[in-house]
Structures are given as C-alpha cells and as structure tokens.
C-alpha cells in the first residue's frame, strides 16, 4: 500500500511541476524518473486528469 501512495504522489507531484513550467527532463530529474516515465504520467493526465493519476495497476509477470 506504501509503495502505491509513493507512486500516486510522484504523478501527482510531476504533473505539478509540468504546471509550473519545469521541463520534462528537468521533472524527471528532479523525482529521479525516467523521461519515458514523464511522458507516460503525462498521458495519463491528459486521458483522464487527476482521476486517471490516482489509478494504478498492479501487473506483475
């Protein structure tokens, strides 16, 4: 459960930051993501805002 509240806040936290005006790579810097991991939080914002963001899977192979 604490690693999906980690993962909740740093969408969260990222989307912000975007708001803000901080680059894509500069987010992911700072939340020591990927680029890759950036754009994909942003597409999920952009699919169904924060509620999307809220949503997380948790798929194993």
């Given at each position: 459960m604490e690693r999906k509240r980690h993962k909740?806040?740093?969408?969260m936290h990222a989307i912000f930051l975007l708001y803000r005006g901080?680059?894509?790579t500069h987010c992911a810097g700072i939340l020591n993501l990927s680029y890759h991991t950036i754009?994909?939080?942003?597409?999920?914002?952009?699919?169904g805002g924060l509620t999307r963001l809220r949503q997380t899977s948790c798929y194993r192979p």
């Open positions: 909740v806040r740093d969408r901080y680059s894509r754009n994909n939080y942003i597409y999920l914002y952009q699919q």
